[in-house]
């Protein structure tokens, strides 16, 4: 899963940032399994990007409700 840009976070619609949201945290949840079980993961600063990008999108979707 590529990272959002802030440039494609603006124009992005709600429905496609709720699915990307969703995979994202499937991602994170992959990678905490891994460091979990004691793993490294194969890239440690993916997973600070991944946490940032999902504040992101929650962000603006919580913008667009208020919007509503």
């Known amino acids: 899963m590529a990272i959002i840009r802030?440039?494609?976070l603006?124009?992005?619609k709600v429905e496609e940032a709720s699915n990307k949201l969703v995979?994202?945290?499937k991602e994170l949840m992959k990678y905490?399994?891994?460091i979990a079980i004691g793993t490294v993961p194969e890239n440690a600063g993916k997973i600070r990007e991944i946490?940032?990008?999902i504040?992101?999108?929650n962000n603006k979707i919580m913008e667009a409700e208020k919007k509503r």
């Open 6 to 8: 802030k440039s494609e």
């Open 51 to 53: 946490k940032k990008t």
């Open 10 to 12: 603006k124009v992005i």
């Open 32 to 34: 905490n399994a891994q």
């Open 55 to 57: 504040a992101r999108l």
């Open 23 to 25: 995979e994202l945290k």
